[in-house]
């Protein structure tokens, strides 16, 4: 797949020290022009950014990475760290790259080559997919001794349980030489695994003895704190992102990302004594009423089940 440049490219490396904290952590985003339009996805994340507790400060670490050309119009004319990848061959452009297309299929497989690269530069990163809003800084909450992190769909209580439901939407991977083969060997999984995309194959290789070999430590992130639609995390002091997963379509995310976003504002305008009572979030709403339907799919096919979507336990107090 020749869908980035190299490693040593120039520009990339210019941004990424541009960007970075002063522990080389960057946070990276991939954008294309469905997710680039006015008051679309990206809009919305960025929104949130200034909106969230303490979450503003991080915009100068966001590198925002365009895989069209509108794309990177958009992201140029508002936010300073902006790279364009080199997709030769492949067209990111128009319509919304719905779940499980090739698009799709090949806008995942893309990202993951892009952050192996990211990780031989020697450079950290919280890579985070544009349906997200951040809430409140995550750092606090990531394990110091790991070398990558992912997020969960459903976390099982346990961190180092491998049997975790991870989300590739979210993760901090630190640079050193484990992560760099573990992404190596991730990317490299995918012929093993055709037709799947990067989640459902870090699923299947998470088990295999090479990842014991590299002693790559892996830790999957609790819903509590990295949450998102497929189990919603109850406490509002906690939650610092939210991801609109099990959640298909572009309208229904921009929707249910808002009304997020909108939760999150009258939480913050609660007098302190009432902020620690418990409250529940007005979504999933558009996302749990909206099917996974993908575009080429026949209209006479049966509909297919709606997203699982559960409600975190024990995030109350």
């Known amino acids: 797949m020749k869908a980035q440049k190299s490693s040593n490219d120039p520009s990339l490396e210019k941004i990424l020290k541009r960007a970075a904290m002063g522990d080389n952590t960057v946070i990276i985003t991939t954008l294309n022009q469905a997710w680039a339009e006015p008051n679309s996805i990206f809009d919305i994340f960025l929104e949130s950014f200034r909106t969230g507790n303490g979450t503003g400060k991080l915009l100068d670490h966001l590198v925002v990475v365009a895989l069209d050309s509108k794309a990177l119009d958009h992201c140029l004319s508002t936010h300073p760290h902006c790279y364009a990848l080199n997709t030769s061959g492949l067209d990111f452009s128009g ?21 192996s690269d990211v990780l031989a530069m020697g450079y950290n990163f919280v890579f985070t997919d544009a349906d997200i809003v951040w809430l409140q800084n995550p750092f606090q ?24 439901e991870p989300n590739g ?22 012929k093993m695994f055709p037709g799947l995309h990067d989640q459902d194959v870090l699923n299947e290789i998470k088990f295999d003895p090479y990842i014991q070999k590299i002693q790559v430590k892996i830790r999957f992130l609790d819903t509590k704190y990295i949450a998102g639609f497929c189990q919603v995390s109850q406490d509002f002091n906690a939650v610092c992102t939210m991801h609109a997963n099990c959640c298909f379509g572009l309208e229904a995310k921009i929707i249910d990302l808002r009304l997020a976003l909108e939760d999150w504002r009258n939480f ?21 009423e909206t099917p996974f339907h993908p575009p080429d799919e026949s209209p006479n096919s049966p509909p297919p089940a709606a997203p699982k979507i ?6 109350n107090q």
């Open 268 to 288: 913050m305008e609660l007098p302190p004594d009432q902020k620690s009572l418990p409250r529940s979030w007005t979504v999933p709403k558009k996302c749990r």
């Open 141 to 164: 909450h990531f394990d110091p001794d790991a070398d990558f992190q992912i997020a969960c769909d459903r976390f099982s209580g346990n961190s180092f349980n491998l049997r975790n």
């Open 95 to 115: 319509k919304e790259a719905y779940f499980m297309t090739s698009s799709y299929l090949e806008m995942m497989w893309i990202r993951i080559r892009l952050l």
């Open 169 to 190: 939407g979210f993760n901090y991977v630190k640079s050193n030489n484990r992560t760099i083969e573990f992404y190596k060997f991730w990317y490299n999984s995918r």
């Open 310 to 315: 559960s409600v975190q336990e024990g995030n």
